[in-house]
């Protein structure tokens, strides 16, 4: 019994040391810029059984220490660990989502974006695409950033991509899509009336008590882009997942609605000619907790069970990615569906000089019938076509083949124009306008979408290109301290004593229950 005692006052007591007094490292060098502070904070800040990267942060640091620019902050996170996620918002900070309020931007929240995609027809007919999102990241943790002297609006860093299609001339274009900084005065996010205007792009509700209508605007004069849109009316707001939520374990996940069926008019303008337009829009709001870049579960055993696994496995993290649309067709009635792969996906085979064969995948999503209800749905979807990226030579889904069995519904999904790359920083997006085509119970049907595939490019093409806005040589080195890694050794021992803590502890309270009542049985009863 004393040596059970023992032994379980050890493991006990060295669990507690683990998550309380594990003293994290700092920079080795002082440091002068906000960014690089905001480096040495996060290494500093005590996170428990969270791999912590010394020599790689002091290379961060010393790099932002020059000064960063509005593009570089936006990439950073790419190259932090998972401590960088203490301090943000996370899947538990709210249980459900109140609107108006959570119109607004999160900005307590590390990543999230509005997104607008629209199809339409101009006086002539001509089909025309419209995508324009505003990707937003919150770059110190709000802990950090009150500390540094950061308001939670000038802590962020926006990025606005915006791209057209005019299938008459097969033409996409692409906006200037600056990254700008609030810190800089450039963005401006409110709500009653809801408001998002990040330099010369905005999204404005003209009422104050509802979304719609709503106002578009975007001036583009390096690129002679301009656009005009009236969002006129939608269908009831859609929550996305489970209530809103798709995902949600252990803090981590996204929180994600919708507004389909937006009929909208207004204009677009390139390089002089005008063209009128009206169709329907698309709109997500969406904003994620430890998925972007990857945090750490808010249950310390959970997180204990990931680093033994991963350590004794030797895996490395895997890179996740997805395809997306959303159709809209002239019964209408509109589906939306996605579906998940990572660069451990075994069909995914989109490198070299040929496309890969045809695949297909599980879907989930929703079907939203006339009057605005939705309804869970599942399928698959065949990608039957593939378009290389110029950039990364990936290829990527440029053809779909739909089937919803529970709906009666298969449809297939072609491109209005030859290429549909949106770009983001060093990540690349197929983003584009479809035609659609098919069958729902037993009778043809047509309508519009949008056909998304993201992080197709690779874990290769990713760090060579952050590196580079990062300003960082491409070298063995260097890549050795930034390529993600499994848990080591010292991480998987902590990991395993906290896990078989609580079996400590149980078994402590049992001995200590036996010992106290040895203690008070009366001398001489039997």
Not at 70 to 78: A, S, T
Not at 198 to 211: F, R, T, Y
Not at 321 to 340: I, M
């Amino acid at each position: 019994m004393k040596t059970t005692l023992t032994i379980s006052i050890a493991i006990v007591g060295a669990a507690l040391l683990i998550l309380f007094f594990n003293a994290p490292p700092g920079l080795k060098r002082p440091v002068a810029q906000p960014t690089a502070v905001m480096i040495g904070k996060v290494l500093s800040t005590p996170t428990p059984l969270v791999q912590k990267f010394p020599e790689r942060y002091a290379l961060l640091a010393g790099k932002a220490d020059q000064g960063f620019s509005p593009l570089q902050c936006y990439v950073l996170p790419y190259f932090l660990g998972q401590d960088y996620f203490k301090g943000y918002a996370d899947m538990n900070t709210y249980d459900t989502l109140i609107f108006p309020r959570d119109h607004k931007a999160q900005l307590d929240f590390q990543f999230g974006w509005y997104f607008w995609s629209g199809n339409f027809l101009d006086s002539s007919g001509n089909e025309v695409d419209i995508v324009m999102v505003f990707f937003r990241r919150s770059l110190y943790p709000p802990p950090i950033a009150e500390k540094l002297g950061f308001s939670p609006p000038e802590n962020q860093i926006v990025q606005t991509v915006v791209a057209v299609n005019f299938a008459d001339q097969n033409l996409h274009i692409t906006g200037s899509n600056p990254i700008l900084s609030g810190a800089r005065s450039q963005i401006t996010y409110g709500i009653e009336p809801f408001v998002a205007r990040v330099g010369n792009a905005s999204a404005v509700s003209l009422q104050k008590e509802a979304m719609f209508p709503m106002k578009i605007t975007v001036e583009d004069s390096a690129k002679g882009l301009f656009i005009d849109l009236n969002l006129l009316e939608s269908k009831p707001l859609l929550l996305q997942g489970n209530n809103g939520k798709e995902p949600s374990i252990f803090g981590l996940g996204t929180w994600y609605y919708s507004f389909p069926n937006i009929k909208t008019t207004g204009s677009v303008t390139y390089r002089g000619e005008r063209r009128s337009i009206s169709g329907k829009m698309w709109m997500d709001h969406q904003w994620l907790a430890g998925i972007s870049p990857t945090g750490y579960p808010k249950n310390i055993l959970v997180q204990a069970v990931m680093n033994i696994k991963e350590g004794l496995s030797g895996e490395i993290p895997k890179s996740f990615g997805w395809d997306w649309s959303d159709v809209q067709f002239d019964d209408n009635t509109e589906v939306t569906f996605a579906s998940p792969h990572s660069d451990k996906t075994a069909d995914l085979k989109n490198k070299g000089e040929n496309p890969p064969d045809s695949v297909t995948r599980m879907i989930s999503g929703k079907y939203i019938d006339e009057e605005g209800k939705g309804e869970d749905i599942s399928g698959t979807v065949t990608i039957t076509r593939w378009m290389r990226s110029p950039r990364s030579q990936a290829w990527y889904p440029n053809g779909w083949l739909v089937k919803i069995p529970e709906k009666a519904l298969e449809f297939t999904m072609t491109s209005t124009v030859d290429d549909q790359f949106i770009y983001s920083a060093a990540s690349e997006i197929r983003e584009g306008g479809v035609f659609v085509k098919g069958i729902k119970g037993g009778k043809e049907i047509t309508g519009f979408g949008f056909g998304e595939g993201v992080n197709y490019s690779g874990e290769e093409f990713a760090l060579k290109e952050n590196m580079k806005l990062l300003g960082i040589d491409d070298t063995e080195a260097n890549r050795s301290l930034l390529i993600a890694s499994p848990p080591g050794a010292w991480i998987v021992a902590q990991s395993f004593v906290v896990l078989i803590s609580p079996v400590a502890l149980v078994a402590l309270l049992v001995l200590g229950i036996i010992l106290l009542v040895k203690r008070r049985k009366p001398t001489g009863s039997p």
